[in-house]
């Protein structure tokens, strides 16, 4: 399967733990964007990242929130000391290039968080 | 900053027939894209179709076409021949082409297929 990877597909935390989402972009592409969806509403930028850099993360809680996208392995969102309110898919997109050529950005399945 | 309306909460269509799902969207962006994804109830997002602010003709995809009107700001999705599979929920999103990478989405529509 060539398509964008995320783990878990479900997570269950409880209120104060971590929750750590993974995601392998599609084959060949470097950029990276994290986007969340609560329940019957349309989904809400994150964060974009490439190889090692954050490039916008106007979408980012400003506190508990962080990505990143190592040289080697997937990207990873983190959020720490979980509440209520991060109940929500969160669901990774990749691209094959970023500014200045229009391209889809193609999504993984998602991984939905549920805090209890 | 760009913006994505889509007013249409839910949409009844029997099979077989051809359905329009209404977008428009507000930019201040001289060039950009408008995309259009389908949610299943089983929750992936697919991508559909896109078409860019420049290109002369709509895009069409299968079954999938786009009608972009510039003038009016409205990028509406076609569905030629619908299926029960075609159920769904359907997003439509604008990005900028310099600039902010970031998808900017619609509420959505709900379109069910009726046999």
Not at chain 2, 57 to 67: D, F, H, K, P, V
Request: with cysteine.
């Amino acid at each position: 399967n060539a398509g964008v990877m995320q783990n878990p597909r479900h997570l269950v935390r409880r209120r104060g733990q971590e929750a750590r989402l993974r995601c392998s972009p599609m084959k060949g592409h470097s950029h990276v964007y994290w986007y969340r969806q609560l329940p019957e509403e349309g989904l809400k930028f994150m964060v974009y990242l490439q190889k090692e850099n954050i490039i916008d993360e106007s979408g980012m809680p400003k506190e508990r929130f962080s990505a990143e996208f190592p040289k080697e392995g997937p990207s990873i969102l983190r959020i720490q000391q979980v509440v209520r309110g991060d109940s929500a898919a969160y669901f990774c997109a990749s691209s094959l290039s970023g500014t200045g050529i229009l391209q889809p950005q193609h999504f993984g399945d998602g991984t939905r968080l549920s805090i209890l | 900053a760009q913006k994505i309306t889509q007013t249409q909460p839910g949409m009844f269509v029997q099979e077989k027939e051809a359905v329009t799902l209404d977008c428009t969207y507000d930019t201040s962006d001289p060039s950009y894209g408008l995309f259009w994804y389908k949610q299943p109830s089983s929750g992936e997002m697919i991508f559909l179709i896109y078409q860019g602010s420049y290109d002369q003709q709509n895009a069409t995809e299968g079954r999938y076409s786009l009608n972009f009107q510039k003038a009016r700001k409205s990028a509406n999705l076609v569905i030629s021949a619908s299926q029960l599979g075609d159920s769904a929920m359907y997003f439509c999103a604008s990005k900028a082409l310099q600039g902010a990478q970031k998808l900017v989405f619609g509420q959505g529509t709900r379109l069910t297929i009726n046999p």
